[in-house]
Nanobody, 120 residues
Framework: QVQLVESGGGLVEAGGSLRLSCVASGSILRINAMGWYRQAPGKQRELVATITGSSTNYADSVKGRFTISRDNAKNTVYLQMDSLNTEDTAVYYC???????????????WGQGTQVTVST
């Protein structure tokens, strides 16, 4: 089995910064894409940022403010969030596309989520 554990969420004032971390553990052969998604109250889960190798992709709403990175040796993905505003308030979920077996395709796994609240 594979587990993803997020950390780093919390309460921050508008204009502040937070850094989220997500560690993948368990039976892992290789991790392809890793990413961050978020879900605000009453809204659908949306993509924030993904990273595959050295290639990154961001939602328009976070471009220039958020930076995704990963440490492959530690099976960890990070999300540096700067210039936070109240619209960034949401539960942030980590996602990883994991290969456990060389003869089978990858499976997507999710973390349990970490709350980010931005106050005025």
């Amino acid at each position: 089995q594979v587990q993803l554990v997020e950390s780093g969420g919390g309460l921050v004032e508008a204009g502040g910064s937070l850094r989220l971390s997500c560690v993948a553990s368990g039976s892992i052969l290789r991790i392809n894409a890793m990413g961050w998604y978020r879900q605000a109250p009453g809204k659908q889960r949306e993509l924030v940022a993904t990273i595959t190798g050295s290639s990154t992709n961001y939602a328009d709403s976070v471009k220039g403010r958020f930076t995704i990175s990963r440490d492959n040796a530690k099976n960890t993905v990070y999300l540096q969030m700067d210039s936070l505003n109240t619209e960034d308030t949401a539960v942030y979920y980590c996602n990883a596309d994991v290969m456990r077996n060389p003869y089978r395709g990858a499976t997507a796994y999710w973390g349990q989520g970490t709350q980010v609240t931005v106050s005025t």
